[in-house]
């Protein structure tokens, strides 16, 4: 059975600083993982999304992850954090299986 | 519509009543899941419809949940002898893809349907 573990629940940077949000699978094989937004009152969104080809993927608002599959990683990053950038992110996998879900983190973002 | 559409936004019932949640996939979409966020948890997997037929329910806890699509498009979500451990938001999501292995499993979640049971 996949799993997915998302690394703190809560993460607090400063506005400008750099962004990582940690995110690990588990699957017996190739997963295609997923980055969604939960903004306050809102559905979830879709960030960005791993398939096949190129590890490095590109989302909306300036986000990217980077699948790793020696470390069984899709870590997703943003350079300089905006204030408008905090909400709850899950990270998000699947394989043969529905979608999977870690359980989320919650990022601040401090002025 | 634009979005997935979900009703009620809200719901408050007492142990033991009958509930109904229901969703509006965007047009078009043949795939509807149900998955179930409690407090401070990732949404989890309930039930995956492919067109009319539900494909996988192995995420429903038990027989007190069930759900149908008798039309392929809008779905309702059934709790029976509703129990406060319950208590959640029941999310809906539509794609465009089904099966197992889409091409891109792309799912548009609406805005949820919370649910307490007191």
């Known amino acids: 059975a996949q799993s997915v573990t998302q690394l703190g629940s809560h993460v607090s940077v400063s506005e400008g600083a750099l962004v990582l949000l940690r995110c690990n699978y588990s699957s017996s094989v190739p997963p295609y993982l997923f980055w969604y937004v939960q903004y306050p009152n809102q559905g979830l969104q879709l960030l960005l999304k791993y398939t096949t080809g190129a590890t490095l993927v590109k989302g909306i608002n300036g986000f990217e992850a980077e699948f790793k599959k020696s470390e069984t990683s899709f870590h997703l990053t943003k350079p300089s954090a905006h204030m408008s950038d905090a909400a709850e992110y899950f990270c998000a996998a699947k394989a043969n299986t529905p979608l999977v879900f870690g359980k989320g983190t919650r990022l601040s973002v401090i002025a | 519509g634009a979005g997935v559409s979900q009703t009620p936004s809200n719901k408050v019932t007492e142990k033991g009543k009958y509930v109904e949640l229901r969703c509006d996939p965007i047009s078009g979409h043949t795939a509807l899941y149900w998955y179930r966020q409690s407090l401070g948890q990732g949404p989890e997997f309930l039930i995956y419809f492919q067109g009319t037929g539900a494909a996988d329910d192995s995420g429903l806890p038990n027989d007190r949940f069930f759900a149908v699509r008798p039309e392929g498009s809008v779905s309702t979500l059934k709790i029976q002898r509703t129990e406060r451990g319950d208590s959640a938001v029941y999310l809906c999501?539509?794609?465009?893809?089904?099966?197992?292995?889409?091409?891109?499993?792309?799912?548009?979640f609406g805005e949820g349907s919370r649910l307490t049971v007191l």
């Open positions: 999501a539509s794609s465009l893809e089904g099966g197992a292995h889409p091409l891109s499993g792309e799912l548009f």
